[in-house]
């Protein structure tokens, strides 16, 4: 829950959270979503579809996991942007900056 309002505090508005995958996918169809913050692990398993889906519709997302997650999802994807718990408002707020610069954004 933490996490949910970080990017809040970041002028970001969120949605979800989504506990489980079919949660996330979920709000992906149901929603507008510009880019998003993905645990790996999830209540039921991990978030490598959600990631799958959001790489195939363009829209991106920085993980966020404990440094042992990371060998759970597939390799293309460990390539992704990347957070390791704990994150706090700082670190959040870097992230997403640099995630933005390097895409070319405002």
Known sequence: MTLVRMPRNLDCGAVGPAATVARAIALIDETPIDAALLDINLED??????????????????FITACAEVDMIDESLARKPLLLKPVNVKMLNGAIEAFLDSRGKP
């Open 45 to 62: 398993g991990t978030s490598e579809a959600v990631a799958k889906i959001l790489d195939a519709k363009e829209v991106p997302y920085i």
